[in-house]
């Protein structure tokens, strides 16, 4: 009987676990991973795929032509020929480097627009994880404003109370709501956010391990002596290859000559077929006002791509200074509040004879303060850290790695 119920319930269970859909949970590498999946890059793909299919391929032959001829308007006269005229090879060839060059400019337009979705997410995972960290400092602050209220309620007839000080710590109590408020609502604007990218209300970022500090201290140093191209600066150069491409196929845009086949059925000759060829020779260009046009856009490429390359340049010397500058100011606070030792002097003030509960929890709300303190100088650290990692292209490099995981997990 027992043997029975045991076997009964190991089927029972094994049929719950083949009907419950098994939902992984989603991390934070993943919600960087819809970037791929973003509809703004649907048309990149579309057209990619488009040109993959080679439809700008110029046929070999351009024009085929059957001539009838007939100079003495009589039967014995007649003459068939049929002419075709083969598509300039060099055309031909030019034409498939301008279209390859496209599609190449199509791929760096879209790894661009790559790059700003990649961004975007970032920067709300940035913001959540600031709001969740700050809501846990709000409700600590909101929590001691409601201890010291409840002391001064409970004591109202004892020395130890203190009127204004009791309006004090209930006007602190609204100060407090007020920001946790404002703070909720940014925090659900990124939970929104995050759910309607991932499809699923329910994620659990709890057991990320944030990138720290120090450890953006260490990387940055990395990343800056590295060499990353330019996702800028790439479509830039891509841009100038087909302007160069559109030259060449201007130039080669022209008529080679015909090949012809001759047939004179009628005639009195040695053999009834023969041939015929000619040669064009472009001394005159109709399509010089396009030529100089294309070249006009390719020297317009090249300078902005210096002009590029320059503002690349700085912008990367300039971000990793002043993230430099904020890691500096970030150890500055530290050790100012290093230097107060406030945990010590509670751990003291609890032994002391006259202790006084409510200048316990004043110190108490001095200590969040500073928690507040550091973690909005941690937050200005990730967006300056963000501003760094985009100016030196560094979250599209491949293999993908996730830049705020602390351990820099690779993103699949």
């Known amino acids: 009987m027992r043997l029975r119920k045991s076997i009964l319930c190991m089927t029972l269970l094994l049929l719950w676990v083949s009907v419950t859909p098994l939902r992984a949970q989603l991390s934070v590498s993943d919600f960087l ?235 009195n000759r040695n053999s009834d077929v023969g041939f015929a060829f000619g040669i064009s020779i472009p001394i005159f260009r109709d399509n010089k006002p396009q030529i100089t046009e294309r070249k006009l856009d390719e020297i317009e490429f090249q300078n902005e791509f210096r002009a590029q390359s320059f503002r690349d340049s700085l912008n990367r010397v300039l971000q990793f200074e002043h993230l430099k500058n904020l890691l500096n100011h970030h150890q500055l606070i530290e050790d100012k509040i290093e230097a107060l030792d406030i945990e010590s002097l509670l751990k003291n003030l609890s032994r002391a004879e006259n202790y006084d509960p409510i200048t316990t929890l004043e110190l108490k709300e001095g200590l969040e303060r500073l928690n507040e303190v550091r973690l909005k100088s941690k937050h200005r650290i990730l967006e300056q850290y963000l501003n760094f990692l985009l100016a030196f292209d560094v979250i599209i490099q491949q293999p993908l790695k996730n830049y705020l995981s602390e351990n820099f997990e690779s993103i699949e």
């Open 33 to 267: 991973l819809t970037a791929f999946e973003s509809p703004n890059l649907n048309q990149y793909n579309q057209q990619i795929d488009f040109l993959n299919g080679r439809p700008y391929r110029i046929p070999p032959i351009n024009d085929l032509e059957l001539r009838f001829g007939n100079d003495e308007l009589t039967n014995q006269d007649q003459q068939y020929a049929l002419r075709f005229r083969p598509s300039n090879p060099w055309l031909i060839r030019r034409n498939n480097a301008l279209f390859n060059a496209t599609r190449d400019q199509i791929s760096a337009r879209r790894e661009l627009e790559f790059k700003e979705n990649m961004a975007d997410r970032y920067e709300v995972v940035i913001q959540y994880f600031y709001n969740t960290d700050l809501s846990d400092l709000i409700n600590e602050q909101l929590r001691l404003a409601e201890s010291k209220s409840v002391i001064f309620q409970n004591n109202v007839e004892s020395d130890l109370f203190d009127a204004k000080d009791y309006v004090d710590a209930k006007l602190d109590q609204v100060d407090v709501i007020q920001e946790l408020d404002e703070n909720l609502i940014d925090l659900s604007k990124q939970q929104q956010a995050i759910s309607t990218i991932l499809g699923t209300d329910t994620f659990d970022w709890s057991d990320f391990k944030l990138i720290t500090v120090s450890t953006i201290d260490s990387i940055s140093s990395t990343i800056a002596a590295s060499s990353f191209s330019s996702a800028e600066l790439n479509l830039i150069a891509k841009k100038i290859e087909v302007a160069k491409q559109e030259t060449r196929v201007e130039k080669a845009d022209f008529d080679i000559g015909f090949l012809q086949a001759e047939y004179f059925p009628f005639r």
